[in-house]
């Protein structure tokens, strides 16, 4: 006999049964919805569009045994959203505590606002766990949310207190090539965060995500090495052999790029971009490596983008725009191979750059937009360089001078002051003053540096002092003064002279490309000086690092174009300065100004007396395309 069943027992036996525990993917595939303020491809997901994303999300769901997940990436591959995915997936179906590791306490708050909070906005699931913010109770601040049995906590690699602020389950460490090698004293950041996992040791989930960045100190890459190394292969459409999609199989004709396609090494079929979807669908990944279940870890380049992101085409042209520049070449191959760049040389040879000097027919060169100063202090002299700045950072050396003196004196820091306020002119007839000056405040001198610094206009003459931490900005501006009422900066020296010593190879004049003149104080001994550094790799607890180190030599010239650099990112980085703009606002050399232009050069060509109370004053001439630019900050 059949017996009708109610909805009441029906409803009490399904509440037997387990729960239904989807995967990251999955859930991802049913309830993502991905902001259009900060999405490339606003609503809802599809791990479809990038299929090489599923098993890297799976990877960090329960049901794996994977406790690691390593991702070693280029840009444009979807890795931030995978993330996302992921702590989406934790608040709503997997609640815990979580943590949440950028590289600093600026970059998470930006992330919170604008990634983190726009996402929870959209999908109905995450904003009913992560109450309003503006309800008093509601446990959702910038740097933390809350949710049933769970909360997410955002900080920077740059906080040990953020690091130590609770035990957490899940851990999402993004772009930790960018993390510091040391924090307040306290060790690496990332040993830091994974120590705050320890607690959950049984059931935890770490994901490390990155663009790699130098050989050999690549945090990343370190990672990825101890993992299972695997790589995403793909179907040839000819023969079916399955490959990785590598540079060295990226074929283009005559440095034409819209003749870019990729070649299977067995057959050398040729795939263009529209074959993309269908060998992306069909690929798998392989391990390289058998290492430890509990860590996996996952390399994937641009070269993978799926159409209408990155293209192959955009991979080459964008390698032609930097073949020749050491610098671009170094980012292009960290962000659209993902991969390590390995430098070429350790130091550069000083007869090289001193060959490379050139005749100036006037004292500033037309392409110049803005002079610094970049000025060091020695126990028995002051040293300091005139550097011309044009677009891209192309810079003219213009004048070196060396001063000898008693420092502990005030006459010489008045001779300084008056050389510091000499007018230079370029060639389209304009007096041009030094705009930004940064001077060495680490000797002995300290206190005569800031009166010095104060006397002169404390916004115009700014005391520095070096970092020699890797990854360390090359200028941290600070938003007030001191108690000696100056704006102590910090410079990371380490970072300048890893970009000074790549212009120092780039061989064709344009953006970071170094001029000197041809005159008596660039003599060979400024350049023995300014090439005096070698960058060498120590070990500390058994963690390799590099660093520049003189040998005793004499450095003074480099340290000079150290602190000149910083003060032209202290322009444009704090103070407005834009140099492709100042360029554009120009006509070229060959163009002849009218009458009235060439009255007005003359008139604006006077020497421009500067006041203590003024930092500086930019005067750039503009008749028809040229135009007046007055930059005054006061104190």
Known sequence: MQVEQSPYFEGFFKGLLPDTRLTVSEWADKKRVLPAKAAKEAGRWRTARTPYL?????????????????????????????????????????????MYVLPTLELAKRTSKQRIAPMIEEMPDLKEKVKDPRSRDSGNTLMSKEFPNGVLIMTGANSAAGLRSMPARFLFMDEIDAYDDDVDGEGSPINLAIKRT??????????????????????????????DKRRYLVPCNACDHYQPIVWSQIRFDDGDSSTTRFECIRCSHQHFE??????????????????????????LSSLYSPNGWYSWQNAVEDFLAAEKNPIQLKDWTNTVLGETWVEKGETVEHALL?????????????????LTIGCDVQDDRIEFEVTGWGAGEESWSIDYVRLYGDLSRQPIWD????????????QDGIKMNVVQACI?????????????????????????????????????????????????????????KELIYQRYRILEPGAGYCHWPIKDCFDEDYFKQATAEEKIKKYKLGVPYFTWDAKSRRNEA??????????????????????????????????????????????????????????????????????TVDFILKN
């Open 54 to 98: 599923k098993e890297i999300m799976d990877a960090l769901s329960p049901s794996s045994p994977i406790e690691k997940v390593v991702f070693m990436k280029g840009a444009q591959v979807g890795g931030t959203e995978c993330g996302n995915n992921w702590l989406g997936y934790v608040i709503d179906h997997t609640p815990g505590p979580m």
């Open 198 to 227: 320890a607690t959950f040791s049984r059931n935890r989930k770490i994901l490390m995500v990155s663009t790699p960045n130098i050989a050999e100190t690549s945090k990343i890459e370190a990672a990825y090495d101890d993992s």
């Open 440 to 496: 060495d405040s680490g000797g002995h001198f300290t206190d005569e540096v800031y009166a010095f610094c104060r006397k002169q206009g404390a916004d115009w003459v700014i005391p520095i002092k070096g970092s020699s931490q890797a990854g360390k900005p090359i200028a941290t501006f600070p938003k007030t003064r001191n108690k000696k009422g100056v704006y102590l900066t910090i410079i990371g020296t380490d970072t300048a």
């Open 415 to 426: 001779a300084l002051g008056e050389m510091f306020r000499k007018s230079y002119t370029r």
């Open 354 to 370: 001193y060959q490379r000097r050139e005749h100036y027919s006037v004292e500033v060169p037309w392409w110049v937009e803005v």
């Open 558 to 627: 480099l340290d000079c174009r150290v602190y000149s650099l910083a003060a032209i990112r202290i322009l444009q980085q704090h103070r407005g300065i834009n140099l492709e703009r100042l360029a554009s606002s120009r006509p070229s050399p060959e163009t002849p100004l009218d009458e009235e232009g060439q009255e007005e050069t003359q008139k604006l060509g006077r020497p421009i007396r500067r006041s203590s109370k003024s930092s500086y004053l930019v005067l750039v001439q503009k008749h028809n395309q040229l135009k």
């Open 274 to 299: 529209k074959d993309k979807p269908r060998m992306l669908a069909n690929g798998y990944w392989q391990a390289e490596m058998e290492k430890s279940e509990k860590v996996a870890g996952f390399h």
